[in-house]
């Protein structure tokens, strides 16, 4: 079947709950088309989430949960990681701010905290989609932790050591070799 939005209009004072799941595919595309490299979907994308409208405003509350791959940021290693969240999101059908000047828009600091949003159809996968990213670690590292790669050679330094040897002295510190320290 395929994914419909659900109508705004058919929103009332009640709450209503809905699940989607967005597939590896359609995740992996939608990375690859906001530029997010380091970062891929090993399984559904699943979310479910509470919607009440109370006027022009739309309540969200959801959870989300995925399994993807990361790149660590240290040794540059890929790792799974189990992703998941809670999310709350105020939106509006209203224009936001008022208009100073003609093309300039300034937002309250309360108008901050809510998203405007076109049409007649609320998109719950683009909101789990967003949510997704939002929940990944800004520095992944692997779970177990790791070591940096050498830099020397730039083996990874998890499973031992490279072989690299220190012999040489940064010439900077060349004439500290030989400096002994008396103890007293």
Known sequence: ?????????????????????????????????????????????KGSARITRSGPDIFVIGSLEAKVELSCVRCLENFRRDVSGEFHLDLTREPLGFEDEPGEIELSEAELEVEYIEGDVLEL????????????PDYPACPAGCELNCPRCGEAMNAGSCGCEDKDVDPRFAALKGFKVKKQ
Not at 2 to 23: F, H, K, N, T, W
Not at 32 to 40: K, Q, S
Not at 130 to 136: I, K, V
Request: charged letters at 30%.
């Open 125 to 136: 996968e683009p909101i789990l989609i967003e949510q997704l990213l939002l929940a990944l």
């Open 1 to 45: 079947m395929p994914y419909q939005g659900i109508p705004i209009e058919s929103l009332s004072q009640s709450e209503i709950r809905a699940e989607r799941e967005v597939d590896a595919d359609a995740l992996n595309a939608e990375f690859d088309e906001r530029g997010v490299n380091d970062v891929r979907a090993l399984g559904p994308l």
